[in-house]
């Protein structure tokens, strides 16, 4: 029996399915066990040696266990990490946040992307004194009620979408509309746009594979938000720092009321945050009435990697390389399939990407939902014995990193030409 099994019978007994997150139980037979994280690697109890592509869900931008951070963490470490009164660190990071996001003048730094979001949303409602949100189908925002509709992620992958527990008067104050898809979000709005504190939406949909928005659509949700009088909640929990410095935001040309940000502005710590121009943000606790506080908020190690991670990806070459590995494992993947016949669909933005199995675009959650998640489970599987890390869902996005050189998207490349070999068989 394999360590990792034997552990994982153990984890079943005292945890549920074995797990603290879903997704993670998707492995099958059962999960691998990690010992240690290097670079691009991953390194199993059972003494394998995985490349990397989920990268912690996408908070990794620079590898594991980067140097720079390294370094900073365990240098903070020495002087304690909790006191419950402010330090300079957080404030350095928020200054960063400030420069890079022209629509944030002030931050509020919590403990996860769905704090982040549970934040923004009551932030909305209280500036509008309205009481709905609309979002996308297909969208995932976090495990907090309000955002559990027809939420993607490993909601959609475990057939739950709508989570049992969110009780009717919360979900119905949700309002979902299909991403990509203007008409449903101006009918929506016509109709109950004057009681929506909030469009929230992903930049890039990044729960449901990956799919970018339509030219357009971003602007398109700008002006309805302002026409109807609600805010504009570009959740880049994934999409900030991933698509560059200035995020979704920047890299498309648009601007959030309120931003969410979680994920990379840690390193790889605990966080998250919200940000928005000082009408809206001076309405939090302590200078306004929507209440937020929490005993790790702006967590002194998660500040300190994420400043250090913010550092290094502005002054080094660590985008250059993690989006031509992201743009070449695009490219590598998409010529390996057409070569073999086997029909796919590749969406691809700087530093992530998926791959569905189906004819056509890849456009919403109605059309990533026709392709062959059984066919991708399989690549991962195929992956997994080659040594190839991607995520066990479909619903998630394969993510690159700085440490992910040349020689490492080759050796990717080859073992996905294999990989695949045997999903032409099946
Ligand atoms: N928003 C988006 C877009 C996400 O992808 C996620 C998590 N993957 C969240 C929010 C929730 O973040 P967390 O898991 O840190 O609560």
């Not at 957080?90 to 946040?97: G, H, N």
């Not at 009780?167 to 119905?172: G, L, M, R, T, Y």
């Not at 898809?181 to 930049?203: C, F, K, Q, T, Y």
Request: charged letters at 20%.
């Amino acid at each position: 029996m394999s360590e990792s099994s034997r552990l994982y019978g153990e984890a079943q007994r005292v945890l549920v399915g074995g797990v603290n997150s879903p997704v993670r139980a998707a492995i099958k037979p059962y999960p691998f066990f990690v010992k240690e994280g290097k670079g691009p690697y991953l390194f199993t109890v059972d003494g394998y040696r995985l490349i990397d592509y989920v990268l912690g869900y996408g908070p990794l931008i620079l590898g594991h266990s980067p140097e720079p951070v390294v370094k900073q963490v365990m240098e903070h470490l020495g002087k304690g990490w909790l006191y419950g009164a402010p330090t300079e660190v957080e404030v350095a990071l928020a200054k960063k946040i400030v420069v890079h996001f022209p629509s944030i003048k002030k931050v509020r730094f919590v403990n996860s992307g769905g704090e982040a979001v549970s934040a923004a949303i009551r932030l909305a409602r209280g500036y509008t004194k309205r009481r709905k949100i609309l979002k996308f189908e297909g969208c995932y925002h976090g495990a907090i009620d309000y955002v559990l509709v027809k939420a993607g992620s490993a909601a959609a992958h475990f057939g739950t979408p709508s989570s049992a527990g969110v009780p009717e008067d919360v979900a119905k104050l949700t309002l979902v509309a299909k991403y990509n898809d203007l008409d449903s979000v101006e009918g929506i709005m016509r109709n109950e746009g004057n009681d929506v504190a909030a469009i929230i939406v992903e930049p890039v949909m990044a729960n449901y594979g990956v799919i970018p928005p339509r030219e357009g659509f971003l602007k398109g949700l700008r002006e309805i938000a302002d026409k109807y009088g609600a805010l504009l909640i570009l959740d880049e929990v994934v999409t900030g720092y991933r698509l560059g410095l200035g995020g979704a935001q920047r890299y498309y040309g648009v601007s959030a009321d309120i931003t969410t940000l979680g994920k990379i502005i840690g390193g790889g710590f605990p966080v998250g945050a919200v940000g928005a121009r000082d009408e809206i943000m001076e309405l939090l606790s302590p200078k306004g009435p929507v209440f937020n506080a929490g005993t790790f908020n702006g967590h002194p190690i998660s500040m300190v990697a994420g400043l250090a991670t913010i550092e290094v990806l502005e002054t080094t070459n660590a985008y250059d390389i993690a989006i031509n590995a992201s743009r070449r494992l695009a490219e590598g993947l998409n010529d390996i399939l057409s070569r073999l016949g086997i029909d796919h669909v590749i969406n691809w933005v700087p530093t992530m990407l998926q791959v569905f199995f189906t004819r056509g675009e890849v456009i919403d959650h109605e059309t990533a939902s026709k392709s062959n998640a059984k066919q991708y489970l399989k690549l991962h599987e195929e992956l997994l014995k080659r040594g190839i890390f991607i995520a066990p869902s479909q619903f998630e996005a394969v993510f690159t990193s700085s440490s992910h050189t040349t020689e490492i998207i080759e050796e990717t490349l080859r073992h996905m030409e294999d990989a695949a070999k045997v999903l032409k068989q099946v």
